[in-house]
Each structure stands twice: as C-alpha cells, then as structure tokens.
C-alpha cells in the first residue's frame, strides 16, 4: 500500500532554511505517470501548491516561491526533499508531500497525501 | 494565475440533506479539475478527477459537474462521515495548480 511520510525539523529560526523529506514506500518513486509534489496550509487556511519533482530529478515551481524553493529527489532511499530559504513566520505552515499525477508532460491533481508536518518558525 | 473561488465559505446542512458547493475559475480550466475533502488534522483525500470522475473507493453519494469557469462539487443524501472541508483545485495551468479557499460543511 502506497504511503507517503514527511520528517524533518519541527522548529525552525527566521532568515534560516527550512529542510523536510519525503520518504515514500509501497510503490518505486520511478514512474512515468506520476510526479512527486510538496503542498503547504498555514494552520486554519487554504491549500498552496508549492513544486514538484519527477523521479528525473524534472521540476516545476510555484512562481510565487520559485526564488526560494530547491526540490530534489533520491531515487536510491526513494525519498524527495524541498529546502525553503529565509524563512520567516508566514512559512509556519503545515507541509503535505503528495504524489502528483502526470499525463502528455502535464501535472494533474494529487492522489495520495502525507499526514503533514507542521514546521514552526521561531526565534 | 488563474484564480479559484468557492461559495459558500461555510455550509450548514443536515444528515439526509442533498447539499451543492460551487467552484468558479477565473479563466477557463476546461474540465481539469478535482475536488479533495478534509477532515481535521488530516490530510486532503481526493474525491473527483477531471471535473466529474470519481475516485476509485469514493463513495456514489459524491457527484461532480461542470466545466470552463464553473464547477460543482454536489453530496446527494449527507451521511456524518461527510461533514468536512472541501477544496477545489485547477490544474490546466500547472504554473498555479491552485486550490480554492476551501468549504467548511457542519452540522446543522
């Protein structure tokens, strides 16, 4: 069964970067069909997309982050990673890395999610 | 960008009741787009694909319709385990891949 679990620092300091993995297991994270996503919500908000990455090592940015935002993958751990530089208190968030389905090159919707982590930014 | 606005922000229904949320973009996204519900604390779960395809496993109580700039997300007879937030999401421009601002339902 396919499943999906971020990990990674719960606190970080602003001007810092903050660094989250995503390790999938159940199913190869090399494929064709699908792209590997990271999704943002701040707590009690909306839903922001913010990149995602084929198993290639391909990615695709939201703009509104691009200038900050590195995803890479490792298809030996099967695991994919987003670093977020200079981070400040609006990047408290909770981050959800997902599967992103992919057909003709094209990212579609979001099929199967990570529970979330929350990732504070504190002094 | 392509904007996405859902109405109502907060829908307030009964068990049994037929209840409708609508999606509208700012510019045309064909029929690419999906519908997730979330319950609290937990991540989004996919419901619809393309506009009007349901997800393997989700119930047929789910319906979808639309296309272009206005879409609807549409519960036949609400059961308890439906009352969450639910979220459209466009994806003909991947550049956004935006997400509405979601629809509280709660009991009323």
């Known amino acids: 069964q396919l499943q999906l679990q971020e990990s990674g620092p719960g606190l970080v300091k602003p001007s810092e970067t903050l660094s989250l993995t995503c390790t999938v297991s159940?199913?190869?994270?090399?494929?064709?069909?699908?792209?590997w996503g990271w999704i943002r919500q701040p707590p009690g908000k909306g839903l922001e997309w913010m990149g995602s990455?084929?198993?290639?090592?391909?990615?695709d940015y939201n703009p509104s982050l691009k200038s900050r935002l590195t995803i890479s993958v490792d298809t030996s751990k099967n695991q994919f990673s987003l670093k977020l530089t200079s981070v400040t208190a609006a990047d408290t968030t909770v981050y959800y890395c997902?599967?992103?389905?992919?057909?003709?090159?094209?990212?579609?919707?979001?099929?199967?999610w990570g529970q979330g982590a929350l990732v504070t930014v504190s002094s | 960008d392509i904007q996405m606005t859902q109405s109502p922000s907060t829908l307030s229904a009964s068990v049994g009741d037929r209840v409708t949320i609508t999606c509208r973009a700012s510019?045309?996204?064909?029929?690419?787009l999906a519908w997730y519900q979330q319950k609290p604390g937990k991540a989004p779960e996919l419901l619809i694909h393309?506009?009007?395809s349901l997800e393997s496993g989700v119930p047929s109580r789910f319906s979808g319709s639309g296309s272009g700039t206005e879409f609807s997300l549409t519960i036949s007879s609400l059961q308890p385990d439906d009352f969450a937030t639910y979220y459209c999401?466009?994806?003909?421009?991947?550049?956004?891949?935006?997400f509405g601002q979601g629809t509280k339902l709660e009991i009323k």
């Open positions: 510019q045309s996204v064909s029929s690419w």
């Open positions: 393309k506009a009007s």
């Open positions: 159940g199913v190869s994270i090399i494929s064709t069909s699908y792209n």
């Open positions: 990455i084929s198993y290639s090592g391909s990615t």
């Open positions: 999401q466009q994806y003909k421009s991947y550049s956004g891949n935006t």
């Open positions: 997902a599967r992103h389905y992919r057909r003709f090159g094209e990212l579609y919707y979001f099929d199967y």
